[in-house]
Nanobody, 123 residues
Framework: QVQLVESGGGLVQAGGSLRLSCAAS????????MGWFRQAPGKEREFVAT????????YYKNSVTGRFTVSRDNAKNTIYLQMNILKPEDTAVYYC????????????????WGQGTQVTVSS
């Protein structure tokens, strides 16, 4: 089992920045690929970014490329999502997830999920 706890969400003005964190615990959590997803009201959960177990490879949703950066610190069992130049359309609950598939944008590739953290971007 892997337990995931997100933090760092909040309210920010358009153009601002936030950094989300996801603390992982449990057996072999460092061997999992990690992903960030988000879900806006009335919409399906969508892929945002993913990073492989070593942190050497990443993959992003097109609309966040160049604005968001995913990273991980395996010594701290934590992954991060640095979000810059935030837009109102980035407003959603953000979830981190762990899975064994390499750099997958597919929700079904992830076995473990956190409870989510709200990000609200005002215009």
């Amino acid at each position: 089992q892997v337990q995931l706890v997100e933090s760092g969400g909040g309210l920010v003005q358009a153009g601002g920045s936030l950094r989300l964190s996801c603390a992982a615990s449990g057996r072999t959590s460092n061997s999992y690929a990690m992903g960030w997803f988000r879900q806006a009201p009335g919409k399906e959960r969508e892929f945002v970014a993913t990073i492989n177990w070593s942190g050497g490879s990443t993959y992003y949703k097109n609309s966040v490329t160049g604005r968001f950066t995913v990273s991980r610190d395996n010594a701290k069992n934590t992954i991060y999502l640095q979000m810059n130049i935030l837009k109102p359309e980035d407003t959603a609950v953000y979830y981190c997830a762990a899975g064994l598939a390499w750099l997958s944008p597919n929700v079904k590739s992830y076995n473990y999920w956190g409870q989510g953290t709200q990000v609200t971007v005002s215009s």
